[in-house]
């Protein structure tokens, strides 16, 4: 056995079991895969995130391994209007390269973007940002992710001086008192992680909801709070508002350990509960219930996820539920605190290392001058030469093919045509690029636009490390090799970098282990510090917790104990004020639209649309409405409707629900074509985080065949 996790076949060194972690949500469930009799199978590890189960996604994961639309050659289009071909490899990449130089020619560098995808590993996560600003020498990357945790990100680092989704161990959700969601499903999102929640229900512990439908979690809860999708942030300060008023707020935590209080308690002062039931719907007595539960309890524990944190006031809002945090002493307590469920696969550690338009590796800011010199060095180019910040990942592909925009883009692990808000849009804008080049290894909605697609290797074929919702670095272990014809995404980077003949000192670029090591070095001393993380250290205890700066050192699985990573090691209040939705309903509009996740499909659905068993539970999207809208509307359940915004339209089944608010309808983001639910949504972002308001536009609903 070789890493704690392989077996070999007696003709050679073939792997043929693998010990790793499910190629979908942050959760990170620990699986093992094994070929039995020429098929892969699937069975439930003991990880501590997941203690032995899975959900129906992680058990038929290994099914896309060698499903029939799988890409194993490159795909080259023949312009203009010319349908991809199959073509070489040498082919596909001398396209690309004389592509790239003719844009960046004629254009100037940043011409040409890349755009990345929270489910890569840390490796390529890595050198995509590094392919970018040393072979491109683009400033132009940004990555999905921007879409999912963006908001939290940035609260966090305002409030604390860091960005880890959850800043203590998952086990300490079991030992709440009280846990309050807000925006958040994890029984449809990460089923596994409600074993932590039945735990801390068992244990007498009270379960709060906030969530505009009834849905599978807020059937489970104690309280639910069901508030008008975009008022988050008036329930967060009426919570507070009540802490305060009650004395229910630790003073001497405030004092010792926080800074901006007192400006926060004049602001939510004048958020008294019926102020926020009025705005919201949620009743006083609710308001007031919540508030108890959480002030009064010996630990509690507040997460947030995308349902409070797509919007354009993002970041405002967590604010809100950090404020409310911090007031009551929470963070740093075990058994406490403030979190955020990580959606992603790798969507913490796919922004630590490079993808973000305005970071570099182990969470700097590339416009430090102290951080490109440290990079710079690591990489063995002149810190000079490294570009600065790029654009949010909304502006940047709302730029593409324009005047002043990007004319190249190359896509990594991303599928934009279904998944970015005003999505009519984005994809014309891909439509006029002189170039587009997408890898990948079934043929999404975008990889279909593409002039060249490359066919990359799948995670069961690859080894690498992921960082999961706690900040624990994990080990992908490869099962196989990849089918003939097909390449890891390092190889397609080592290559067109070689082609391109960048400058740099690096490693083995193909190699994930060798790019693991260079990207120690490079996170050597920043925020996110993996300098510490090796993988024999990760394969001998279950992951390893960042920041862990030496190999001879603890890491940290808890943070903030004894201070706050900021320069005097307080953590800081931010006084917010909620504000309307960036688009409210009107005579012509007069309905709240809301987007979101069915425990069947996974993201926009490329790969979980293909598996026969999630394709039979979740076949098709649909329109949730609640029975007396459908009245109003004389639509029958199950009847054809399309949903009209500003924007864009959609068609779906209606599915008539009392779970939905009356003045709500819901659509799942999985599908594409005529059924894509962000034709409709509203491509306003946060000011700070870049955040497209996902969550919130104004619509009607039509009976298909009425105008």
């Known amino acids: 056995m070789t890493d704690g996790a392989r077996s070999a076949t007696a003709q050679g060194d073939t792997p043929r079991e693998a010990a790793t972690h499910c190629p979908y949500c942050a959760l990170q469930c620990g699986m093992t895969l094994r070929v039995e009799n020429g098929r892969t199978a699937v069975t439930a590890r003991q990880f501590p995130t997941n203690r032995g189960g899975l959900c129906q996604k992680g058990w038929t994961a290994a099914d896309l391994l060698d499903h029939p639309e799988r890409l194993t050659t490159p795909l080259v289009r023949d312009r203009p209007g010319g349908e991809l071909r199959p073509a070489s490899w040498d082919e596909a990449l001398d396209r690309i390269v004389t592509g790239v130089r ?3 020619t004629g254009h100037g560098r940043d011409a040409v973007a890349v755009f990345g995808g929270g489910g890569l590993t840390n490796e390529k996560a890595y050198a995509l940002g590094r392919f970018a600003r040393v072979a491109l020498r683009t400033r132009h990357i940004d990555y999905n992710g921007r879409f999912c945790m963006s908001s939290a990100a940035a609260a966090g680092m305002r409030a604390f001086g860091v960005d880890r989704g959850l ?6 959700l079991g030992r709440a008192d009280t846990l309050l969601l807000v925006g958040a499903n994890p029984a449809e999102t990460m089923p596994p992680l409600m074993r932590w929640v039945t735990e801390q229900r068992q244990r007498g512990g009270k379960l709060i909801v906030v969530d505009p439908r009834v849905t599978a979690t807020a059937r489970q809860a104690d309280l639910h709070l069901q508030p008008l999708p975009g008022t988050d942030l008036a329930v967060a300060s009426a919570l507070l508002h009540v802490a305060v008023t009650e004395g229910w707020v630790d003073k001497a935590y405030v004092d010792a350990r926080t800074t901006g209080f007192e400006a926060v308690r004049r602001s939510v002062a004048g958020w008294w509960p019926a102020r926020a039931e009025a705005l919201s719907g949620v009743p006083v007595a609710d308001l007031e219930a919540t508030a108890r539960a959480l002030g009064t309890a010996e630990r509690a524990i507040i997460l947030t996820a995308r349902g409070a944190e797509q919007h354009a006031k993002g970041v405002d809002t967590v604010s809100g539920f950090v404020n409310l945090a911090l007031a009551l002493g929470l963070p740093g307590r075990p058994g406490s605190g403030y979190g955020c469920l990580t959606g992603q696969g790798n969507g913490q550690g796919g922004r630590e290392h490079g993808q973000k338009a305005d970071q570099l590796p182990g969470y700097r800011r590339i416009d430090d001058p102290a951080a490109r010199a440290h990079v710079a060095r690591v990489w063995g180019v002149p810190a000079e030469d490294l570009p600065g910040p790029g654009v949010p990942a909304y502006q940047l592909l709302d730029s593409l093919g324009t005047d002043e925009g990007p004319k190249a883009l190359l ?3 991303s599928n934009p045509v279904v998944s970015a808000p005003r999505a009519a849009r984005i994809e014309g804008r891909l439509r006029d690029l002189d170039l587009l080049v997408v890898a990948d290894f079934l043929l999404s909605e ?4 593409a002039d060249v697609v490359l066919p990359t290797a799948q995670w069961a074929e690859e080894d690498g490390t992921m960082t999961n919702l706690e900040g624990r670095v994990l080990r992908r272990r490869a099962l196989r090799e990849p089918p003939a014809g097909v390449r890891t995404d390092l190889a ?27 990207l120690r070095r490079a996170s050597a001393g920043g925020t996110a510090d993996y300098a510490g993380v090796t993988w024999a250290r990760i394969d001998e205890s279950d992951g390893v917790f960042w920041p862990c700066p030496d190999t001879d050192g603890p890491d940290t699985p808890r943070l903030f104990a004894d201070r706050f990573p900021t320069p005097d090691g307080r953590a800081r209040f931010h006084a917010v004020e909620h504000r309307p939705a960036a688009e409210e309903v009107c005579a012509a509009y007069p309905l709240h639209f809301t987007t979101g996740r069915v425990l069947a499909q996974y993201q926009s659905g490329t790969q979980t649309r293909r598996v026969p068993a999630l394709r039979r539970a979740a076949p098709e999207a649909f329109v949730e409405l609640h029975p007396d809208l459908a009245e109003r509307l004389g639509v029958a359940d199950g009847e054809p409707v399309r949903v009209v915004s500003r924007r ?3 068609v779906a089944p209606a599915r008539l629900s009392p779970a939905i608010r009356p003045d709500t309808v819901f659509a799942p983001f999985h599908w594409g074509g005529a059924a894509r639910a962000n034709s409709v949504t509203n491509d306003a972002v946060d000011p700070v985080s870049g955040m497209p308001e996902f969550k919130i536009c104004a619509v009607r609903v039509e009976r298909v065949g009425e105008s």
């Open 492 to 518: 397609i980077l080592a290559d067109l970098t070689h082609r391109l003949s960048a400058r740099g000192r690096t490693a083995d670029a193909a190699d994930p282990r060798a790019v693991f090591e260079e």
């Open 411 to 413: 896509v990594f692990g």
């Open 648 to 650: 864009g339209e959609m």
């Open 446 to 449: 975008t990889a279909a636009l």
């Open 167 to 172: 800043p203590f161990p998952l086990a300490d």
């Open 102 to 104: 003719a844009v960046q």
